[in-house]
């Protein structure tokens, strides 16, 4: 209960807490703020890794919760920006498609090959950081009028490195399911 107490995890949690009114925001056409919702949830992002190096007060349960607070609000935010007509529902499904991808491939490398670490790759984390910078501009162009053709160079650009990353990890996630033994 102590580490779910830090200020690092308790910033990770705020990030969990905020995306439900993110969602309402966007659902209602509330958009600037929704804008500044997300900036705020931006910023808690930034800050728990901050606060736990500067403080000494990294944990495991940190470890997990935050790439979770960061895939829980993301997939929150793609799956509103088709409902509400932001995004094409095709970049909705390869974005949230791809971390389901993720997650059954890590759950099958644990379950029959006793794997533990699926460890981020640099186009995952090029993929993540498109998909949060397509966010941005998406929430951007609702609630400040940001052009269209922006909009559309993020959303091609997020299709075209999260594809990327989906076939770079299905790739690294079956070389390791076909080379590691219990």
């Not at 981020?120 to 951007?140: D, H, N, R, Y």
Request: proline share 4%; glycine share 8%; charged share 10%.
């Amino acid at each position: 209960m102590r580490a779910l107490l830090s200020p690092p995890n308790l910033l990770t949690c705020a990030r969990f807490a905020l995306t439900p009114f993110i969602v309402l925001s966007l659902m209602d056409d509330q958009c600037v703020a929704a804008f500044w919702l997300s900036v705020i949830a931006g910023s808690t992002d930034a800050a728990d890794g901050y606060v736990a190096r500067l403080w000494g007060q990294a944990t495991q349960l940190g470890a997990y919760l935050d790439p979770i607070a960061d895939k829980v609000l993301l997939t929150a935010l793609y799956l509103c920006f088709g409902v509400v007509e932001l995004a094409p529902w095709w970049l909705v499904w390869l974005v949230v498609g791809r971390d389901v991808m993720i997650l059954s491939l890590a759950g099958m490398g644990f379950l029959w090959k006793g794997i533990r670490e699926f460890p981020p790759s640099i186009w995952g984390k090029l993929s993540t950081l498109m998909q949060i910078a397509a966010a941005v501009v998406l929430i951007s162009r609702c609630a400040y009028g940001v052009s269209p053709t922006i909009a559309n160079i993020f959303i091609y650009g997020t299709a075209c490195s999260t594809a990327w990353s989906g076939l770079h990890y299905l790739l690294r996630a079956l070389s390791a399911l076909t080379s590691v033994s219990r």
